[in-house]
């Protein structure tokens, strides 16, 4: 008996359903699919760590840098010499001829100037011995954290200032310079007064005042240390 076309399309039919059968009854293996998904997927966590981590990076730094800044002013203020400019020193003189300064002690000698500087800053270094100008006051004045002893007197009637420092604790600044009788002064002006500084036996000194220059230094010259 011959097969019809329809019992031929039956068995394909019938072989083809058994093959699908046996292929979904095989294991699938996705590990492979996993592997690659999970290499694509971290990667926007990767970018976003790398990111944090240069913002990190960024926010150290700037703190380092303040640091830094900040260990430089307190070298600068406690460690190092102030500068003594000559703005600075010409508001001192001001303020101890008006007597505005706080702080100012009236005194009629050297003597009774460096009695009341003993007890305001023990530690002082000792004043010169001065001839007969008429002395006025007496101040402890600071430049950034250093310290300077400050006497105020009448020099031909006219106010002067002398002020003394340790010579570590007090940068003279730039100025011209000037040499007389072996001793090297640094002179500047400001706002009308004048200035005379030298260091000597391990203290700065500074006289000020609108007297002249050649004044001033003739007055240093006369300070016996």
Not at 7 to 29: E, F, W, Y
Not at 32 to 38: S, V
Not at 85 to 96: D, G, P
Not at 196 to 202: D, E, K, L, P
């Amino acid at each position: 008996m011959k097969s019809t076309d329809s019992d031929h399309l039956g068995d394909l039919d019938q072989a083809t359903a058994n093959r699908l059968a046996r292929l979904g009854s095989l294991p699938v293996d996705t590990s492979r699919l996993a592997a690659k998904l999970r290499q694509q997927i971290p990667m926007t966590d990767v970018v976003q760590a790398r990111k944090m981590w240069l913002r990190a990076m960024r926010i150290a730094a700037a703190i380092l840098i303040v640091i830094g800044g900040i260990v430089a002013a307190l070298l600068f203020t406690s460690g190092g010499p102030a500068l003594a400019s000559a703005e600075v020193l010409a508001n001192v003189h001001e303020q101890m001829v008006s007597g505005r300064s706080h702080g100012i002690m009236k005194v009629s000698s050297i003597d009774a100037a460096a009695a009341a500087l003993a007890a305001e800053w023990p530690q002082r270094p000792a004043l010169p011995e001065m001839g007969e100008d008429h002395v006025m006051s007496c101040c402890v004045h600071e430049i950034g954290r250093k310290k300077m002893a400050c006497v105020a007197l009448m020099v031909n009637e006219i106010p002067v200032t002398m002020a003394i420092a340790e010579s570590t604790d007090i940068k003279t600044p730039e100025g011209t310079t000037l040499v007389r009788d072996g001793v090297t002064y640094r002179v500047q002006s400001s706002g009308g007064v004048n200035m005379a500084m030298t260091q000597r036996n391990g203290r700065w000194i500074c006289l000020m005042g609108r007297l002249s220059i050649d004044q001033l230094i003739q007055l240093s010259a006369k300070l016996r240390l």
